[in-house]
């Protein structure tokens, strides 16, 4: 007898494959929904002085007390209902790991966030996908029925979506945490930058959960992202969260940050009107380039090529800008998207899509 | 029907209770294991130098490529052998996350590391504890009888054992290793306090796991843990990461702090001698005190009371001198842990023991 490995692999992981971001390398990087600006000198300064003293050799603060309190102070929720995690990612797993069974199944629309998946798969977890209708909002007919079959242990509902950029109508989101037993997490990954939540609504509805990250609005080096419930939810997911998830540097450097919040909400309506000028800019690349753009609530525009969408994706990184190749069967058939840029990476990229898509 | 969010929980988690680690204010805190030694002002500027040119809008390197070659450069073990996480923490649980179904078994000696059991309990994976032995030894005939019978997917060594103290017979352990078709994970985040490890060993044994941390070495509060085993369970472990579980900053200040090695080695020093220090002195204390210290492989030694150990504890605590309380029933009765202070805490605590002790 000798050891197998792959044997003892359970079985779900065995067919999965390992997550892999994109590592071109280009100039221009408009592909991971990031905030293109850097924070400026002075605000920079404050955090290396907040960072200069840490005590690296000490364990973190496990429960992330000034983060959360600097969270509240800036949302007004309170910080016994706020838990930190090593990105929504973690709390997405959290989640899983205290709720599901392998039995149990998770509903989410598609497209949507690929992380949603991944991990309850991995997990050993079953998904439900529901197509969203043609104008990429949910198909609440189809959830309703797909409830009743199922029943779900948790709906993720991301709002604005990902990859398609809209925001889901609010009635239908509504719908669905009012009218199912199913923990409804509602992932606000990009709300910042439609100015839409629905935490006025945790205080009705107790199966209610939100996902907030700072990766969005120019922390992705940090890895923070915080999860919004009821306190019996947050005291369950206490339970299974590991004691320091969260790490010193990135606790003091997102809580000088968020103390001077009119910095990242300047950049949040830099990158709104960003997203205005492509929109308007894509829009006129109908005729000639053969390009359809699709309204966006986020930081980023999902498009339609009529040309083949693998060889603009591949000449835009040839003209040294890179943004997310999207294209598969299916209601993403030739779909690309791009995020919102610096001003003049914006122009850049307007540019070379001319001379690509032509 | 109303929602009932505690029926939602899985059934392991209901009876879990949130690890809350030591929350009392002392100015000298010998409670967790850490090196209590800060850098030096000028690796200090390195660190912050480095920090400064990270772009925090931007997402981490997903592979943490620059720490894993660094930490080949030191220890000679190929990048691709590595793998990084969000702390040893994480490492066990994608473990378990991709190796134990429901019904699989995880197996141990007891007394160890609190978080094996406790993330194998949050997964639902069985648990199967073996004492040690009286001179807090792997117990080898009990661990074959139960893994014959019980044929665990992983088995977890610690060694140095926390919170014991002591290297485990390297023998023994290799005799595990050798003769069972289970995983075995030799947990060595004490191991730079006594310089054994089994790194050797791995490539003759393609079930043996390798556990690090810069935890106990100064960077506690990086949360930067790796893993060294096949490039086949490395490639699996993959499969499962989050795509950025370590984040920029972390990475960045690991990588400087590696690189400035020597001055992590000499602070290593520092702590033996401090250990070999308080164990002379523990030692006096057994007449007029009642304490038997255990001898010491780690950064920190377990000892013995003849009277109520809560007591010492809290009157300790009162001196201003924190150490962790293990006193249970069971072979941890009337124990406490200290972990090795700078030389005027080691000092401090002394005389507090030798006054509160009496």
Redesign the interface.
């Known amino acids: 007898?000798k050891?197998n490995?792959?044997e003892?692999?359970?079985?779900n992981?065995r067919e999965?494959?390992?997550?892999?971001?994109e590592e071109i390398l280009c100039p221009i990087?408009m592909e991971?929904n990031?905030?293109?600006?850097?924070?400026n000198s002075s605000l920079?300064e404050r955090?290396?002085e907040s960072?200069?003293r840490?005590?690296?050799?000490?364990?973190?603060d496990?429960l992330a007390t000034d983060l959360r309190k600097q969270i509240s102070a800036k949302s007004g929720i309170k910080p016994e209902s706020i838990i930190v995690g090593?990105?929504s990612?973690?709390l997405i797993?959290m989640l899983i790991?205290?709720?599901?069974?392998?039995e149990d199944k998770v509903l989410f629309p598609v497209p949507t966030f690929s992380?949603f998946g991944i991990?309850a798969k991995?997990?050993?977890v079953n998904t439900i996908e529901i197509p969203l209708d043609s104008e990429w909002d949910i198909d609440l007919a189809e959830i309703k029925k797909s409830y009743e079959k199922n029943l779900p242990?948790i709906i993720f509902l991301s709002t604005p979506n990902n990859p398609t950029g809209n925001c889901f109508s609010e009635n239908k989101i509504l719908d669905i945490i009012e009218k199912t037993?199913s923990?409804v997490v509602v992932d606000e990954a990009y709300a910042d930058f439609c100015g839409k939540t629905f935490i006025d609504q945790l205080k009705h509805s107790?199966?209610l959960i939100i996902l907030k990250t700072l990766?969005k609005v120019?922390?992705?080096?940090?890895?923070v992202g915080y999860l919004i419930a009821?306190k019996?939810?947050i005291?369950?997911l206490?339970?299974?969260?590991?004691?320091?998830?969260?790490?010193?540097?990135?606790q003091g450097?997102a809580k000088v940050?968020l103390t001077n919040n009119e910095i990242v909400e300047s950049q949040v309506q830099q990158i709104i009107k960003g997203r205005e000028f492509l929109l308007e800019e894509l829009k006129k690349l109908k005729d000639k380039e053969g390009i359809t753009p699709f309204h966006s609530n986020a930081n980023f525009i999902l498009f339609k090529t009529e040309k083949d969408a693998d060889a603009i994706h591949r000449k835009l990184t040839e003209e040294g800008v890179l943004i997310r190749n999207l294209n598969s069967d299916g209601p993403l058939k030739n779909c690309l998207r791009v995020t919102v840029g610096r001003p003049e990476e914006n122009d850049a990229f307007i540019k070379a899509l001319k001379k690509v898509a032509q």
Chains 1, 2 share one sequence.
């Open positions: 007898m050891i490995i792959q003892m692999v359970k079985k992981i999965l494959k390992a997550y892999k971001p990087r991971a990031e905030n293109p600006f850097t924070i920079k955090v290396l960072i200069s840490i005590s690296l050799n000490r364990y973190p496990s090593n990105g990612d973690e797993q790991t205290a709720f599901c069974e392998n992380m991990i991995s997990f050993g242990k037993y923990l107790k199966n990766s120019g922390m992705a080096g940090l890895r009821s019996e939810i005291n369950i206490h339970k299974i969260r590991l004691p320091y998830n969260s790490n010193s540097l990135s450097a940050i």
